[in-house]
């Protein structure tokens, strides 16, 4: 087994646009889109606001939006190969996504099988779509709202010997990114990092990942 160990998130990452805004848009009731603002400027945590979105989508629209995300999300270029090279060097692969299961697991199959997905979980046996979080805060998070807690997942399955790589693109990669040993960034990452002075490498594809990686092995 390798040293190094792989958290990496799935929307805008994994696929290139981010599959809850692009629900939203398509399905959810007005008043998303301050929601989303208020999620992004920190104004309420992300396991609220995730919630509240859900919220205003009715439960009887599942399968439509599977059907919506399966067309509509975009595979970042590189991932399969970035998939194979992980396994061919043995190095654990654990995707860490702020997404929701109903929609996360059907886009992955193709790519799989993945024993470590850890998402947010969804339900619809009421009116609107309950969101729930079995991967929530440890002790330890400071944020004590993530929803699916990026951070207090790495601290459950890696340990400081080994080498903690996390890719990701958004607000909910920011904590993990605090604890990893290489940041692999883009978009709103990448820019938070810089303000912050954290280093970290950028990317475009699964491809730049791949090379990335290599370096530290």
Not at 130 to 151: F, L, R, V, W
Not at 178 to 189: G, N
Request: proline share 4%; aromatic share 10%.
């Amino acid at each position: 087994m390798s040293n190094v160990v792989v958290f990496c998130d799935f929307d805008g990452t994994i696929t290139k646009k981010d599959n809850i805004i692009s629900i939203m848009n398509q399905f959810a009731l007005p008043g998303w889109e301050e929601l989303k603002d208020d999620i992004l400027s920190q104004k309420i945590s992300i396991q609220q606001g995730v919630r509240q979105l859900f919220s205003l989508v009715p439960s009887n629209l599942k399968e439509e939006i599977i059907s919506f995300v399966l067309q509509d999300a975009e595979i970042r270029e590189g991932f399969s190969d970035f998939v194979q090279f992980t396994r061919e060097q043995n190095i654990p692969l654990y995707i860490v996504s702020g997404g929701i299961d109903f929609f996360v697991h059907p886009v992955l199959d193709p790519y799989g099988p993945f024993d470590h997905i850890y998402c947010n979980e969804a339900t619809f046996d009421e009116e609107r779509i309950t969101i729930h979080y079995p991967h929530a805060c440890d002790e330890s998070c400071t944020n004590q709202g993530c929803g699916c807690c990026k951070p207090s997942i790495m601290r459950k399955l890696s340990d400081e010997q080994q080498t903690r790589i996390v890719i990701g693109d958004s607000v909910t990669d920011f904590e993990a990114a605090k604890l990893a040993d290489v940041v692999i960034a883009r978009d709103f990452l990448a820019e938070t990092c810089e303000k912050l002075d954290i280093p970290y490498k950028r990317f475009e594809t699964f491809t730049d990942c791949i090379n990335i990686v290599k370096t530290q092995l």
